[in-house]
Structure formats: structure tokens, C-alpha cells
Antibody, heavy 121, light 110 residues
Framework: QVQLQESGPGLVKPSETLSLTCTVAGGSISSYYWSWIRQPPGKGLEWIGY???????NSNPSLKSRVTISVDTSKNQFSLKLSSVTAADTAVYFC???????????????WGRGTLVTVSS | QSALTQPRSVSGSPGQSVTISCTGT?????????VSWYQQHPGKAPKLMIYDVSKRPSGVPDRFSGSKSGNTASLTISGLQADDEADYYC????????FGFGGGSKLTVL
């Protein structure tokens, strides 16, 4: 059973770059699509972007200019960088897989447990 | 502002049924049969409950069902149980390999 684990700094200063990694355990990152999704405290979910194991990406138009998503198949990991952060980027960040099999699916399962990133000086 | 509109709260008594709506546009919910629903208990990761409008993943009770009419999708939970109390989020494919989520609905089991 594949498991996802987010990791990275829990505190980032305003205007700096938020960097997170999602490690995939119990399965291969190859041939699947993977997404980042965030949830500000007490608020709803927001899709950030996805990556395919080949490196193909796309992101939410509202965040596109600040988002970079990359993959390292040798480490079975994919990463998120969000630049020029503000307090509005404070959120729990989740990583998730698209669907149960190889290829494109329009739902997310499973999810990581999430990691809280606070933007504050 | 969320891409999709959900009621902020819904409630029902044990054994009853509740329906949560999710309203989008002709560019997302209305255009594709790719609506999914997630259950989230406090402090936990979301859990997939429904995908492709009305399909249930293995292990999800058949008390949970999904449907769609026009630009509005719905999640119905029948035979309410105490453990169903949680936040529920809809999500729709929005074209061009993007997604939108609803703002979430808090279900209270009275």
C-alpha cells in the first residue's frame, strides 16, 4: 500500500521561498501523476499543481507564476517550491496521487498526512 | 473565493439522510463527469469517498452516493452515523489539466 509523506521547514519568512518534498513509499513514483494541495487553517482545500514522473507539470493559474514542481525518480520523491510567500500562504500542504493505476485520473487517492507551513517573520 | 460553491453547514439526525450540493459552472462541473468528494475529519487528511460523479472506491459504504445535474453535483449520505460527522469537499476537473475544490461543508450529526 503506497504511503506519502510530506517534509520541509515548518516556518518560512515572508518574501522567501517555501520548499517541500513528498516521499512515496511502498510503490513507484513512475507512471503516475502527483499533486500538491493546500488548506489554510480553518479554510477549504486549494489545488496547487501536478507533476508526471516524466517532469510534465501544470499548476493553478492563480499560483502559476510562483509555483515550481519537480520530480526525482531516483529518490521516489517530488517537490514543491512556492516563491515570494506571504502570510496568505500559511497552510497545511498535502501531497496526493492521482487515481489507483498508471495514467491520468481526475481524483486524488491516497493523500499524505500533510505538513503545516507558517509564513511569519 | 472557492471555485465551487457548497453550503457551509448541513445537519441531520442518526439514521436520516442528508444531501450536500456543489455548484460550479459549465466549464467545470457541467462540462465533465469528473466530480469527486472527500471526507475530512479534524486534523486528518482528506479521504476519497466518491469519484467520477457517482463511483465509490472499495471500502466506502454504499450509504454514500453521488449524482450530478447540470452545473450542480450532490453527495447524499443515507443512514447517518455519528462517525459521518466531518467536513466534506467536492472537487471538479476544470479543463486544461486543472482542478477546483469547493469551500467545504461541515456535517453535524445531531
Amino acid at each position: 500500500q503506497v504511503q506519502l509523506q510530506e517534509s520541509g521547514p515548518g516556518l518560512v519568512k515572508p518574501s522567501e521561498t517555501l520548499s517541500l518534498t513528498c516521499t512515496v513509499a511502498g510503490g513507484s513514483i513512475s507512471s503516475y501523476y502527483w499533486s500538491w494541495i493546500r488548506q489554510p487553517p480553518g479554510k477549504g482545500l486549494e489545488w496547487i499543481g501536478y507533476i508526471y514522473y516524466t517532469g510534465t507539470t501544470n499548476s493553478n493559474p492563480s499560483l502559476k507564476s510562483r509555483v515550481t514542481i519537480s520530480v526525482d525518480t531516483s529518490k521516489n520523491q517530488f517537490s514543491l517550491k512556492l516563491s515570494s510567500v506571504t502570510a496568505a500562504d500559511t497552510a497545511v500542504y498535502f501531497c496526493a496521487r492521482h487515481g489507483p493505476h498508471v495514467g491520468w485520473y481526475n481524483w486524488f487517492d491516497p493523500w499524505g498526512r500533510g505538513t503545516l507551513v507558517t509564513v511569519s517573520s | 473565493q472557492s471555485a465551487l460553491t457548497q453550503p457551509r453547514s448541513v445537519s441531520g439526525s442518526p439514521g436520516q439522510s442528508v444531501t450536500i450540493s456543489c455548484t460550479g459552472t459549465s466549464s467545470d462541473v457541467g462540462a465533465y463527469n469528473y466530480v469527486s468528494w472527500y471526507q475530512q475529519h479534524p486534523g486528518k487528511a482528506p479521504k476519497l469517498m466518491i469519484y467520477d460523479v457517482s463511483k465509490r472506491p472499495s471500502g466506502v459504504p454504499d450509504r454514500f452516493s453521488g449524482s450530478k445535474s447540470g452545473n450542480t453535483a450532490s453527495l447524499t449520505i443515507s443512514g447517518l452515523q455519528a462517525d459521518d460527522e466531518a467536513d466534506y469537499y467536492c472537487c471538479s476537473y476544470a479543463g486544461s489539466y486543472t482542478f477546483g475544490f469547493g469551500g467545504g461543508s461541515k456535517l453535524t450529526v445531531l
